[in-house]
């Protein structure tokens, strides 16, 4: 019964450290990262997938169910758990790529919007709305 404890701990830190999230702060100019797409290919993706794949069909089941298909084979649960390790840090990296490309387009759009000549009509509106 040790493992299922195990494994019910692990699982409570994998979903309390999925809801830490830190801000991330963008200035309002920043240099490009240096980053490379090469490594993002077809493989990439499938190994991202497969894992997600598979901790769903984990999480599906209860304390009794994944005790027993642990049971039926140690040896697969053994070869899992470092591997879905593996896959939750390079889903957290790829996360905050893709949260701090979201501050940056939030940035750039309020920078636009903030530089944005007013059209004439607002402007008139402005002027005759003021106080003489």
Do not use: C
């Not at 801000?23 to 997600?52: N, Y």
Request: no cysteine; net charge positive; aromatic share 6%.
């Amino acid at each position: 019964m040790p493992p299922v404890n195990a494994l019910a701990r692990l699982f409570k830190l994998t979903e309390r450290e999925s809801k830490i999230v830190e801000p991330i702060s963008t200035k309002s100019t920043f240099k490009a990262l240096k980053l490379s797409l090469d490594r993002l290919d077809r493989d990439w993706s499938r190994r991202r997938l497969q894992g997600v794949r598979l901790a769903v069909f984990l999480l599906k089941k209860d304390s009794e169910g994944l005790y027993g298909a642990a049971a039926a084979d140690p040896a697969a649960f053994n070869r899992a758990l470092p591997y879905l390790k593996g896959e939750a840090i390079h889903l957290r990296k790829s996360a905050v790529l893709v949260e701090k490309a979201a501050a940056r387009i939030s940035t750039v759009l309020a920078r636009h919007e903030r530089e944005q000549p007013q059209p004439q009509s607002q402007q008139s509106e402005l002027t005759s709305s003021s106080p003489a």
